[in-house]
């Protein structure tokens, strides 16, 4: 299997699936020297770990297992400082339920990737979804935290804030980014947050699943990260976005709205202001010929809803020997019908929250270390 590493100077390789052993990241590209905080690196993992809540309270939008994920540096660390050599870091699975997963030995689940990993290998691990899982993100999450330490050892100021701008169907009338964490759906606006639970509470109840948006703020970045032509700011960081599983869609700035505007209108003006150059607004989203242009850099994120869901489903059911390995070719399908078991998400945006920003540190990091 190729595509799991990102990046080019700074990369990032992942490993492991969701009901194996272990899943595990290895990092390579980052400078000796940078002092490198294990406890931070553990706080990030626990804002993407399932089943509860900043506060310690079950959280109705997510899947109920519970791992401690663990992170655990295996190399590249030495006294708390970075020795210029790989790092490697592991997340021990500690709370498979794998016999919920038998029946998906042969039976392809709706909107997941059952199917097209067949087609492609003929042989997959179906438990938990194997390599496709959400769970694999725990090792981004990991990485996007010693994108982090290193960035703000160059950038002291800069900040990377992602939050749920709307979920099923309940769009954020104010942003405060003080209270993200303050509600389970780390929604900017707690008043629209309780509605968000309540809704997301009613698809819980029918047995299914509800997606939304995330909006994501770069701030302090300077000017002139990215690079003109094929690894322009925006092409990294739409890569590095669009490979999180349930991302479906994103833009920058205005976006799609650009489309009814005139020059005049999406142009932002610019002035010099106290020695610095600012801009009149933010239609760009912070980005000019694919690189930062000292703005903040705002994009948003179309978040699906859960594939997993508890209603009865039409399918197709592989004729195969699941514990074999089979050539693609000789598989034949037929008709079936699926009810998932298992414990699932509702809404995914509260829990993809920090591994937005974990991919946006890492592409950010790739692309300064670049012209380092």
Do not use: W
């Not at 309540?198 to 047995?207: A, D, L």
């Amino acid at each position: 299997m190729a595509g799991n590493t990102f990046g080019s100077k700074f990369t990032v390789t992942t490993f492991g699936e969701s009901h194996g052993t272990a899943l595990g990241v290895v990092i390579d590209g980052v400078p000796a020297g940078i002092k490198i905080d294990a406890d931070q690196i553990q706080s990030a993992l626990d804002r993407r770990r399932p089943g509860v809540t900043t506060d310690g309270k079950v959280n109705s939008a997510v899947t109920a297992r519970k791992e401690s994920d663990k992170a655990e540096i295996l190399s590249g660390v030495f006294n708390g400082y970075s020795t210029g050599t790989p790092i490697s870091i592991i997340i021990r699975n500690e709370n498979q339920h794998s016999s919920d997963y038998n029946e998906l030995a042969v039976k392809m689940r709706p909107g997941h990737a059952d199917y097209t990993y067949l087609e492609k290998y003929g042989y997959r691990d179906y438990r938990g979804g194997g390599r496709s899982s959400g769970r694999e993100t725990c090792a981004r999450v990991a990485a996007g935290d010693v994108a982090r330490q290193v960035l703000q050892s160059f950038i002291p100021g800069l900040k990377i804030t992602a939050y749920t701008l709307r979920a099923a169907g309940v769009q954020c009338q104010s942003i405060d980014l003080s209270q993200i964490e303050q509600n389970s759906m780390r929604a900017p606006d707690n008043k629209t947050a309780e509605l968000m639970i309540q809704r997301v509470q009613e698809y819980r109840e029918n047995g299914n699943s509800i997606g939304g948006i995330i909006e994501c703020q770069v701030e302090n970045l300077p000017a002139g990260i990215g690079e003109p032509v094929f690894d322009k700011l925006d092409a990294v960081l739409a890569h590095a976005m669009l490979s999180i599983g349930a991302i479906k869609g994103i833009e920058f700035g205005k976006g799609f709205d650009v489309v009814d505007m005139t020059g005049a209108e999406n142009n932002d003006d610019m002035r010099i202001e106290n020695g610095k150059v600012v801009f009149d607004t933010n239609n760009a989203g912070g980005i000019l010929g694919g690189m930062s242009n000292g703005n903040t850099i705002v994009f948003r994120l179309a978040v699906k809803a859960v594939p997993s869901i508890y209603t009865e489903q039409r399918t197709i059911e592989a004729k195969i020997n699941p514990d074999i390995p089979n050539n693609p070719a000789e598989i034949t399908f037929e008709n079936t019908t699926l009810k998932i078991k298992g414990r699932h998400d509702i809404c995914l945006c509260p829990r993809i929250v920090p591994v937005v920003e974990a991919m946006s540190y890492i592409s950010l990091c790739d692309l300064f270390l670049t012209n380092r």
